[in-house]
Every structure is written in C-alpha cells, then in structure tokens.
C-alpha cells in the first residue's frame, strides 16, 4: 500500500510554544489530507480535512487559529500547534487519500502518528 | 450526523475465533472499513466493504448488511499478536472516515 510519513514521531515542548508536524505521502499525490486526534483510550477525532492549494475545513470545536494547516503541494501538509497547552497533548494522526477515482474505495492511508507532550 | 457503536473491549484465547461487532446509523452510506491499531501507532487497514456480504482474506473477514446497519470482523486462529484495538470506521458519500471508539481485543494463551 501507499506510504504516508510523519515527523517528527514524537515531539516534548514548554507550555506556549509552537509546534510543527509533518505530513508526506511518498509515493503517491494525496489531493486530500486528515488531521485526526487520538487521546488515550478514545477514537480518532477528525479535527480538519485539507485540500491541495485551498484553506482547511475544520470540524465542528476545533479552533482553526490555534490549529494552523497548509497544505501547499500534493505530497505536504503541515499542522502547527500554536501556544501549545498540557491540554492538547495527544496523538496526532495524519491520513490522506488518492485522487478520486471512479470504481475505487479510496482508501485512505494513515501515517505513524506524532505523539507531543506539552509540558 | 453518524452514530457508530462496538463493544469496547473483548478476551479471546490463542487459537479461538472472535466476532467483533459493530451498527452504525448513517445517510449516504458509502463503505465501511476496519482498521487494526497497535497501542501507540496508527491505525492499519483491514478491510473494507461496501456492498451486502462477507468479504475474506486470509485469517481476517468482514461482514456487511446495509438494511441493518451492521457488521463484523472475524478473526480465526487467533495469535497473540493480534491483540490490538479495532476500528470501526463508515464513509458516508465521498467526505471522510467516521471511526467508532474501537474495541480492545486481548488475546491470551
């Protein structure tokens, strides 16, 4: 299957500060990327849905100034966490999907994860 | 909006057959997906079905009926490595992927 990377895998930062996680499809042209947060012992909680060239679309409570997402090219996206609090550490998941195809399931595929820990 | 409900966690022996259930109520049903994930790692794909029946590959086959909102995942000759968490995931038209909490598989000798 498609692989999709993420970096870093896990990351330890100070109360206020920023971070930066990225997403990559290697091997394919993702036109569609998910941002999905996993706190422990719950489900994946979709937080925003990226096109290529176009804004993000955010899920209902998630704030997009403190969740900034740029999806400049068909293999990138980033999520930065902006003035990160103990409150949003979690397990943050990247997944993206191939272009639409007619007769296909476009499966999307998920990346390794970013654990932050915001101290 | 989607409603998605499995059992949150389930123990099965090395060896055994376990049916891992799950109902979801939905409009514009468009797939449902399984996804296997290990504590700590994403989640991995398993299988997917979008039309009535049972799908097989390998150890792992998923079951699909629309008219009910239900399917399962069932996992023969059970191994230990297999103790994960499995997701429930349904595609509604051609947005994303909603997942149900995940059902915590622990299998023992």
């Known amino acids: 299957g498609a692989v999709v990377s993420q970096h870093p895998s896990w990351v330890i930062c100070k109360s206020g500060t920023s971070v930066k996680i990225e997403c990559r499809s290697l091997?394919?042209?993702?036109?569609?990327m998910f941002w999905y947060r996993q706190f422990p012992k719950q489900s994946l909680m979709l937080m925003a849905t990226?096109?290529?060239?176009?804004?993000?679309?955010?899920e209902q409570g998630v704030e997009k100034d403190k969740f900034l997402i740029n999806h400049a090219s068909l293999t990138l996206s980033t999520l930065t966490v902006t003035s990160a609090h103990p409150e949003d550490s979690s397990f943050y998941i990247c997944?993206?999907?191939?272009?639409?195809?007619?007769?296909?399931?476009?499966?999307?595929?998920f990346g390794p994860g970013t654990r932050l820990t915001v101290l | 909006g989607q409603n998605i409900d499995q059992p949150t966690e389930m123990t099965a022996t090395e060896g055994a057959i376990v049916q891992i259930n799950c109902t979801y109520q939905t409009s514009g049903f468009n797939g449902l997906f399984w996804y296997q994930q290990h504590a700590g790692e994403a989640p991995t794909f398993l299988s997917y079905n979008v039309l009535d029946g049972l799908e097989e590959k390998g150890r792992f086959s998923s079951f699909l009926s629309r008219s009910k909102g239900y399917s399962y995942l069932l996992l023969k000759e059970l191994q230990m490595k297999d103790s994960a968490s499995y997701l429930c995931a349904v595609r509604s038209g051609y947005s994303t992927l909603t997942f149900g909490k995940g059902t915590m598989l622990l299998v023992s000798p």
């Open positions: 990226s096109n290529e060239g176009s804004k993000a679309t955010y």
């Open positions: 997944s993206a999907r191939v272009r639409l195809a007619q007769g296909s399931y476009n499966e999307q595929f």
């Open positions: 091997d394919f042209q993702a036109t569609t």
